[in-house]
């Protein structure tokens, strides 16, 4: 039996996005899989007074079951009521590919979701768009539609270049499909390694810095769709300390380069009012537990590493929060 978002006391986007590109800030989409990741996102969120997307990718949907997604969603509302503070939480599906997909997570209980037909054709991205909003719309669920294509891995799909949004093509695709929200490619990517070295110069503290990302293309897209909610992919910062101390302790990761707070400020005071932001709590976690393991060679509580990696993610994203999207306090 299909399941409304209202019964589960979840939340739209339509009025969090409207106040966010009034108020020159971002609210944050976090992904989670686990209860550890749920708990972490919404303590953060709860102690910063932050709205929050919750984001359930197709690969989530199928470690943690889309029932247990979904009842886990409604204990989301009763939580955060029991910490002291009715934040609005939406649940969103990250990177939905078909219309089937999108429906199910509608008839789920998921007050927005997103159709990536970014790596269709224009033509077909709009008639799938288009399908995906008409449905959604008589639901009441909000829609984000990406157009361009993010280097990187996104779920299965491979991209080895950036094809970048064309801002010629946002008017018509925001009419034609009656979409939400718009994910654009500007330069940011999925993953820890965003950047090759070779790209990047050392500032005078040796830390290697990116080159820019397209914020010329932003400007150009905000001038054609005025006022217009815009979502950001990809954002990691990918803290270096994260990376320091998962190499510390055992890990190899090479050459991880994310994308500079100061930058994601920018983009949060824009027309951008989505930042999505995965992988840095992934490196947070992970750092945590490596730590735990290293430290503790005999541990075999999963609370004892868990806990730890709960409490970093936490951390983690109250900082975002405060310091880089500027939602903090806005719910
Ligand atoms: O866009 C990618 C997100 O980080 C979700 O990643 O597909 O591995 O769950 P995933
Ligand atoms: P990161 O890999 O930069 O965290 O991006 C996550 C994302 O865009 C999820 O849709
Ligand atoms: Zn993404």
């Given at each position: 039996m299909a399941v409304s978002y209202k019964e589960l006391g979840l939340v739209s986007t339509t009025d969090l996005f409207k106040k966010a590109v009034e108020g020159g800030y971002a609210i944050p989409a976090y992904n989670f899989n686990n209860l550890e990741q749920m708990q972490a996102i919404l303590q953060a969120c709860v102690e910063t007074k932050s709205p929050v997307i919750l984001q359930v990718s197709s690969g989530a949907r199928k470690y943690a079951n889309s029932t247990l997604l979904r009842n886990m969603a409604r204990g989301a509302v009763e939580y955060v009521k029991e910490l002291g503070c009715e934040i609005p939480i939406v649940l969103h599906l990250d990177h939905g590919d078909t219309f089937e997909l999108?429906?199910?997570?509608?008839d789920n209980g998921f007050s927005s979701v997103m159709i990536d037909g970014s790596h269709h054709s224009y033509e077909e991205n709009v008639a799938l768009t288009k399908k995906v909003v008409e449905y959604a719309h008589a639901h009441g669920v909000a829609v984000e539609g990406e157009l361009g294509?993010?280097?990187?891995?996104?779920d299965d799909v491979v991209a080895e270049h950036h094809t970048y949004?064309?801002?010629e093509e946002v008017e018509d695709f925001v009419k034609r499909t009656g979409v939400d929200s718009l994910a654009i490619s500007i330069g940011t990517s999925h993953g820890a390694t965003k950047f090759k070295p070779e790209q990047c110069t050392r500032n005078a503290d040796g830390v290697l810095v990116p080159p820019t990302i397209r914020f010329d293309i932003l400007e150009e897209i905000e001038k054609r769709i005025p006022g217009f909610p815009i979502v950001l992919h990809g954002s990691s910062s990918v803290p270096q300390e994260e990376v320091a101390t998962?190499?510390?302790?055992?890990?190899k990761m090479k050459d991880a380069i994310g994308i500079p707070e100061e930058w994601l400020r920018r983009a949060a005071k824009s027309a951008v009012c989505k930042i999505n932001i995965d992988s840095d709590g992934r490196l947070a976690m992970t750092a945590a537990i490596r730590k735990v393991f290293v430290e503790n060679p005999g541990e075999f509580d999963p609370r004892k590493y868990l806990g730890p990696a709960r409490d970093a993610l936490k951390q983690l994203y109250m900082h975002k929060n405060i310091n880089v999207l500027g939602s903090a306090q806005k719910a």
């Open positions: 999108c429906k199910d997570c509608i294509v993010l280097a990187g891995v996104e949004t064309r801002p998962i190499n510390k302790y055992g890990g």
